[in-house]
């Protein structure tokens, strides 16, 4: 029996960092660090979504990334399947990265426009070695149905495709090795509105009938709601608030939440915590560069809220359970009542 | 809404763009006026048509392959399609103005944001360079630039994305004009500082009584800043009324698609999307008869062969383009 099986996470993130160094100078001598991922855990349950939200610059992509070790991280641990897979040798990865895909934000880069359709959708078969050719060929075949695509596409190559037809090809891909975890970094964000919805319930639909896990990355908060079971909120390489996805946007607790919330376009026919976010100050000023973050609270520079001790350096806010799961980061988080 | 003043009448458009593969119809018989204070948006998706209307507007369309081959863009009553390419000039940055999606490549990136501005007041007015250069301060600050005189001698590159769309809306007022044209414009922007410069252009827009003509594909920024709506699909509009008509009850099967397949935050979690089948069709070869039929649940035999026209629905403010919808030209 698997530990997933257990009713364990599938993917267990603790305290996790990525650091980028600053180099300066002819020997290139380290100067600082931009902290993109400061300190970030979360965990996600077999076949459910994590949605991660944040302004450009908040390090959710770093974030995706360094899950798969696609970026090294700096500290903190990362358990897959129950294996932790920040201390494993290239050779265990690989055979680990099987259960693990991405899916990219622009379907026009992320496909080599020289290999067929075919060739694409099997390149993970072939460097995991899995079926023979023939196998391959059936699969990528049952790939493309899955996906809604013609099984004539096969043949063709990425340019005879458009943004949305392209992001299918760049799922099937994804589901070859049949995952248990896929992460989509603004999966539709280049796609055109009547194409969004087609791809975000093509991937709904693959998590009820694959099991498939996600953690979804979008700027956009309807979408992070829409599609996610648990939500984490970023700032500056920091998750300020998490919580179930409706308990989340119903009930945000954390200043910077009910900013992000209070942004929102045109919703006229907000709930009361839309009403509070909406009385609740604008949110003034750019995000602060995380290669010299405010100390203490990394918000209190644009936060309405902010009192000497959330100046305090060196002090991050302490954490706050407000009801099972939702926890927030804050000095002063509003009451949820 | 404004006090019916009409600054912008555009009637009939239509640009097509003659390339090798056949003459692309991107805006064909496009209709609409603003009138002074209020904000027209003008939504759709990408290849309807909606930047391409713009840039005839204000004839930027580039020429070869595109041509406005017919119609009448009037502004405040001057015929824009008759003028020289030296009228054009004074009334472009002048009377009408534009500001676009990407703020980095609209800048030229190596000169100050502040001589940048500069410019665009000497176009306009005779004033000598260091008045200019006051005004030009003047303008930074009222979009919001904190401490204007400094930034003024920055570069585009030295500012953030939000920073340089209040540069490009400095430069788009300096000669006060009657139409502003916002191409996208937050959409390169992240959610809060996009709400920072919609507050932006509307309280201006308050202050100059200026007419907007707002693209953007967001039925978000729609809700939040338009007064009127109009929905382009494949170069026509397919659906105009006020705001709150169009997106409260939409009668053209596209835009209420659209407005459904758009996931909003105060839906819960897991709420199912309406999707639109299939893709925008190929202007080199639209479909005959109404051109969403491919794509529409409710297309009859009749919609494949009649393309349906304009026709009041409900109010005579509100108009569709659709047989069903309209239920007034084709009964089905």
Request: aromatic share 4%; with cysteine; hydrophobic share 40%.
């Amino acid at each position: 029996m698997t530990v997933s099986s257990m009713g364990q996470p599938l993917l267990d993130v603790r305290d996790l960092k990525v650091h980028f160094p600053i180099t300066s100078g002819l020997f290139r001598k380290v100067v600082g660090a931009v902290r993109a991922v400061d300190g970030v855990s979360f965990a996600l349950e077999p076949g459910k979504t994590f949605g991660l939200a944040g302004e450009s610059g908040c390090g959710k992509t770093t974030l995706a990334r360094a899950i798969l070790r696609l970026e090294e991280p700096t500290d903190g641990k990362v358990f897959f399947d129950g294996a932790e897979i920040t201390s494993m040798s290239d050779a265990q990865l690989t055979a680990v990265r099987t259960g693990m895909q991405m899916v990219f934000q622009d379907p026009y880069s992320s496909l080599n426009p020289r290999l067929n359709v075919e060739r694409i959708v099997s390149e993970p078969l072939r460097v995991h070695r899995v079926g023979t050719e023939r196998e391959r060929h059936e699969r990528v075949a049952e790939l493309l149905t899955t996906v809604g695509l013609p099984p004539d596409a096969a043949a063709r190559h990425p340019h005879e495709f458009s943004g949305g037809q392209r992001q299918r090809i760049g799922i099937a891909r994804a589901l070859a090795l049949r995952p248990k975890l896929i992460v989509a970094d603004e999966p539709v964000s280049s796609l055109d509105v009547s194409i969004r919805a087609q791809i975000l319930n093509l991937m709904r639909n693959l998590q009820d009938e694959l099991g498939i896990a996600y953690v979804f990355i979008a700027h956009d908060l309807a979408l992070v709601r829409n599609m996610s079971h648990k939500v984490g909120i970023m700032y500056l390489g920091h998750i300020v608030e998490t919580a179930s996805s409706d308990e989340l946007f119903l009930h945000p607790a954390h200043p910077y939440t009910l900013a992000l919330l209070a942004a929102v376009p045109g919703a006229e026919t907000g709930g009361r915590a839309r009403e509070r976010a909406r009385r609740f100050a604008p949110l003034e000023g750019d995000v602060p560069s995380p290669a010299c973050p405010p100390s203490g609270c990394p918000f209190h520079p644009r936060c309405a809220r902010a009192t000497e001790e959330c100046r305090e350096a060196g002090v991050f806010p302490p954490r706050h359970e407000l009801a099972p799961g939702h926890l927030v980061w804050c000095h002063h988080p509003l009451e949820t009542e | 809404m404004g006090s019916g003043e009409c600054v912008l009448d555009v009637r009939d458009l239509a640009t097509y763009f003659f390339t090798p593969r056949g003459c692309v119809r991107a805006v064909d018989g496009v209709s609409f006026s603003i009138e002074r204070g209020v904000t027209l948006a003008l939504v759709g998706e990408s290849g309807c048509g909606k930047s391409a209307t713009a840039l005839s507007v204000m004839r930027l369309v580039p020429s070869p392959p595109g041509l406005i081959v017919r119609g009448s863009v009037k502004l405040d009553g001057r015929e824009l399609l008759s003028l020289s390419e030296a009228e054009m000039c004074s009334v472009r940055g002048g009377d009408a103005a534009m500001i676009f999606q990407e703020p980095m490549t609209s800048l030229n990136p190596v000169y100050t944001v502040g001589a940048q501005v500069v410019e665009a007041i000497m176009a306009h007015h005779a004033a000598d360079r260091r008045k200019a250069r006051e005004l030009a301060i003047e303008l930074l600050h009222k979009v919001g630039i904190p401490s204007p005189a400094q930034r003024a001698s920055d570069y585009p590159h030295q500012l953030s994305g939000g920073m340089r769309q209040r540069v490009m809306i400095a430069m788009a007022l300096a000669a006060r004009p009657k139409l502003l044209i916002a191409d996208e414009p937050t959409t390169a922007l992240d959610v809060t500082v996009q709400a920072q410069i919609l507050d932006l252009i509307s309280s201006l827009q308050e202050e100059l009584n200026m007419a907007v003509l707002l693209i953007t594909h967001d039925f978000g920024i729609v809700r939040q800043a338009a007064d009127r709506v109009a929905v382009m699909y494949a170069g026509q509009i397919v659906e105009q009324g006020s705001a709150g008509e169009v997106l409260n009850s939409p009668k053209h099967p596209y835009t209420r698609a659209l407005i459904d397949s758009v996931p909003v935050v105060d839906a819960p979690s897991g709420t199912r999307l309406v999707s639109i089948d299939g893709a925008a069709p190929n202007l080199l070869d639209p479909p005959a008869g109404c051109r969403f039929h491919p794509r529409c649940s409710r297309a009859s035999a009749r919609c494949r062969e009649f393309e349906p026209e304009l026709a009041a629905v409900g109010s005579d403010t509100h108009i569709a383009r659709c047989a069903a919808g309209g239920g007034l030209r084709y009964d089905c």
